[in-house]
């Protein structure tokens, strides 16, 4: 059993930047692909970034968020960061890590694919 818990929520204004970070509980936490997913109010939950297992150092992010949000890992520290910067009314969403605990040669997308979620941290963007 893997468990996240995510922290660094917030309210801000718009064009600030805030970072989340999500801890793990798992012996094998390096060879988990990372994600990060987000769910507005009304909303379907969607992709929005996620890394690769061990030193891969491969990322992968939603088209809206290029440039302005950064995903990166510790491994010795088993936590996972979203670096949220230039953030805007769009990005007000509840915020979820999840971990994808099979070494895939690809980082995947989809929800079904992530085995572990955490609860949530609420983000707050205002105009």
């Known amino acids: 059993q893997v468990q996240l818990v995510e922290s660094g929520g917030g309210l801000v204004q718009a064009g600030g930047s805030l970072r989340l970070s999500c801890a793990a509980s798992?012996?094998?936490?390096?060879?988990?692909?990372m994600g990060w997913f987000r769910q507005a109010p009304g909303k379907e939950r969607e992709f929005v970034a996620a890394?690769?297992?061990?030193?891969?150092?491969?990322?992968l992010y939603t088209d809206s968020v290029k440039g302005r949000f950064t995903v990166s890992r510790d491994n010795a520290k088993k936590t996972v960061t979203l670096q949220m910067n230039s953030l805007k009314p769009e990005d007000t969403a509840v915020y979820y890590c999840?971990?994808?605990?099979?070494?895939?040669?690809?980082?995947?997308?989809?929800?079904?694919?992530?085995?572990?979620w955490g609860q949530g941290t609420q983000v707050t963007v205002s105009s």
């Open positions: 999840a971990a994808e605990t099979t070494p895939l040669a690809t980082i995947p997308r989809g929800i079904a694919e992530y085995d572990y």
């Open positions: 798992a012996r094998t936490f390096s060879t988990y692909t």
């Open positions: 890394i690769g297992w061990r030193s891969t150092g491969i990322t």
